[in-house]
Structure formats: structure tokens, C-alpha cells
């Protein structure tokens, strides 16, 4: 059984720093694309950034330079450094994935993609 489950999100200052993680269980890690997505009240879900085991990672445009998305494969666990955070980072941000196979230039980042979800992880950013 598949299961993710994220931590680390809640208040944060503009400017500030945040750490999300996300603990992966129940599926071959290693051939898995992750993925980190947000949402916003009234907004569609958006991919904020994806890896694969091997490395390559992308990037939402608005997150470049301030987020930095990395994977621990010995302990199977994904995490998402949130740096220079902004009031437009406060979302509810969900962990995911995906077998990767064949995304060797990096993973998508369309919600359709991933088949598992985690139950989210609340950031809330003030000014």
C-alpha cells in the first residue's frame, strides 16, 4: 500500500524559511518520479517542482531560485527547502508520484500524472 505522507509546513515570514517532507512507503522508490504540488483556495493545483531518482529536477518559473526540491533515497523521503518565501507561497502543498520510467529529462508536473497523493501539508506566509 502506497502511502506518502508529508510534514513540516505552517507559519512562515516573508523572507523567511520553510522545510517540507514527505515520508514515502509501499512502492519501488528509486524508479519513481516525485513531485511537489500546491494549491490555493479558488486556485487549480500546480506543480511546484519534480524529481526523478537520478537527478533531474523541474521547477514552476515563480518558485526558481528560491525552492530547491531533493530526495533521500536511503531513507525514502522527498523534501521541498522553501527559501525567500512570499505571501503567494501560501497554499496547501501535497506530495506525489508516479512510476517514471522512461522520464529520464525529468518528470511532469501535471497533477493527471501522478497516481498517489499525500493528504497535504498547510504553509501559510505572512508579510
Known amino acids: 500500500q502506497v502511502q506518502l505522507v508529508e510534514s513540516g509546513g505552517g507559519p512562515g515570514q516573508a523572507g523567511g524559511s520553510l522545510r517540507l517532507s514527505c515520508a514515502a512507503s509501499?512502492?519501488?522508490?528509486?524508479?519513481?518520479?516525485m513531485a511537489w504540488f500546491r494549491q490555493a483556495p479558488g486556485n487549480e493545483r500546480e506543480g511546484v517542482a519534480t524529481i526523478l531518482s537520478s537527478g533531474p529536477t523541474r521547477y514552476i518559473e515563480s518558485v526558481k531560485g528560491r525552492f530547491t526540491i531533493s530526495r533521500d533515497n536511503a531513507k525514502n523521503t522527498l523534501y521541498l527547502q522553501m527559501d525567500n518565501l512570499k505571501p503567494e507561497d501560501n497554499a496547501m502543498y501535497f506530495c506525489?508520484?508516479?512510476?517514471?520510467?522512461?522520464?529520464?529529462?525529468?518528470?511532469?508536473?501535471?497533477?493527471?500524472?501522478?497516481?498517489?497523493w499525500g493528504q497535504g501539508t498547510q504553509v501559510t506566509v505572512s508579510s
Open positions: 506525489a508520484a508516479n512510476a517514471g520510467s522512461g522520464y529520464n529529462t525529468g518528470c511532469p508536473t501535471v497533477p493527471s500524472f501522478y497516481n498517489y
Open positions: 509501499g512502492f519501488r522508490w528509486g524508479t519513481y518520479c
